[in-house]
């Protein structure tokens, strides 16, 4: 089974930056697809990165596009997202998201994610 651990959370002043990761443990699949998704209070959870790792391709939310980035450290299966230029709205609880066998890209939509980590805080205010 896929294991994600997801740390790097916590409070920032809007302008401000945080680093999230995931480590994925011995996610060994040959084709998958992992992102990080995010769900504020009363709203549903929302896809804002994604990197399809067959192919190495990435894709962002309009909202978060220019100012998150994805990425993934090779060789130890750990997933990053660097959020720079933070805003008030961008505070949630941010998760890793990842779907074995994705032998082709699969977007945004958490519906398309089957492991999901726990989960770690972002505040921005």
């Known amino acids: 089974d896929v294991q994600l651990v997801e740390s790097g959370g916590g409070s920032v002043q809007p302008g401000g930056s945080l680093r999230l990761s995931c480590a994925a443990g011995?996610?060994?699949?040959?084709?998958?697809?992992m992102g990080w998704f995010r769900q504020r209070p009363g709203k549903d959870r929302e896809g804002l990165a994604v990197?399809?790792?067959?192919?190495?391709?990435?894709t962002y939310a309009d909202s978060v596009k220019g100012r998150f980035t994805i990425s993934k450290d090779s060789g130890n299966n750990t997933l990053h997202l660097q959020m720079d230029n933070l805003k008030p709205e961008d505070s949630a609880i941010y998760y890793c998201?990842?779907?074995?066998?994705?032998?082709?890209?699969?977007?945004?939509?958490?519906?398309?994610?089957?492991?999901w980590g726990q989960g770690t805080q972002v505040t921005v205010s």
């Open positions: 990197l399809w790792i067959g192919g190495a391709t990435t």
């Open positions: 998201a990842a779907r074995p066998y994705c032998v082709v890209p699969i977007g945004l939509s958490s519906q398309k994610y089957t492991a």
């Open positions: 011995r996610y060994t699949y040959k084709r998958n697809c």
